[in-house]
T-cell receptor, first 112, second 117 residues
Framework: GNSVTQMEGPVTLSEEAFLTINCTYTATGYPSLFWYVQYPGEGLQLLLKATKADDKGSNKGFEATYRKETTSFHLEKGSVQVSDSAVYFCALRNSGNTPLVFGKGTRLSVIA | DAGVIQSPRHEVTEMGQEVTLRCKPISGHNSLFWYRQTMMRGLELLIYFNNNVPIDDSGMPEDRFSAKMPNASFSTLKIQPSEPRDSAVYFC???????????????FGPGTRLTVL
């Protein structure tokens, strides 16, 4: 079946530090891959996505590259800000309008 | 667009009572998803609809849970009777089936925080 595994948190970083949140997946076929972010008290928002191998999704300084050979989609940001404190979810979708399969989420806290 | 609308935002009820959560998807979207989020289990898919038809309800935990989508602009998730272990944040999401297999983004509502005492 389809599954997503992401690094457990919480992750605590100082402002301007480099961020990596690891995500690996298991899927049949060629899934699309997503990172969603959940700010405190809010619903999930799409942060970035990639629909095929070697695609790089990017948004708000965050990047992730779809690596088929390692079945990974790691999230990176070169310099985090306090406002990036949130829970980050890696997810995949295999086809059409089937549901997303989510990882368990990684809580990021950035301190000034 | 107002986005996905959920009501109520917060619900506190006593064990044994009926709870109804409501969702209005984004206009024009043809898929709707109900998720439950808890600290212990993370984000779980409960049920989803395509074109108002339930496609997969295997995530619905028990017969106490039921969901309906009477039309394209409204869905309900009902718990009857409610139990303390149902306490969670319930999210509704909607998406649009794209053409040529494009995998549409899911848009999430703000969630309903349910507390069953």
């Amino acid at each position: 079946g389809n599954s997503v595994t992401q690094m457990e948190g919480p992750v605590t970083l100082s402002e301007e530090a480099f961020l990596t949140i690891n995500c690996t997946y298991t899927a049949t076929g060629y899934p699309s891959l997503f990172w969603y972010v959940q700010y405190p008290g809010e619903g999930l928002q799409l942060l970035l996505k990639a629909t095929k191998a070697d695609d790089k999704g990017s948004n708000k300084g965050f990047e992730a590259t779809y690596r088929k050979e390692t079945t990974s989609f790691h999230l990176e940001k070169g310099s985090v800000q306090v406002s990036d404190s949130a829970v980050y979810f890696c997810a995949l979708r295999n086809s059409g309008n089937t549901p997303l399969v989510f990882g368990k989420g990684t809580r990021l806290s950035v301190i000034a | 667009d107002a986005g996905v609308i959920q009501s109520p935002r917060h619900e506190v009820t006593e064990m044994g009572q009926e709870v109804t959560l409501r969702c209005k998807p984004i206009s024009g979207h043809n898929s709707l998803f109900w998720y439950r989020q808890t600290m212990m289990r993370g984000l779980e898919l409960l049920i989803y609809f395509n074109n108002n038809v339930p496609i997969d309800d295997s995530g619905m935990p028990e017969d106490r849970f039921s969901a309906k989508m009477p039309n394209a602009s409204f869905s309900t998730l009902k718990i009857q009777p409610s139990e303390p272990r149902d306490s969670a944040v319930y999210f509704c999401a909607s998406s649009l089936r794209g053409v040529a297999g494009v995998k549409g983004e899911q848009f999430f509502g703000p969630g309903t925080r349910l507390t069953v005492l």
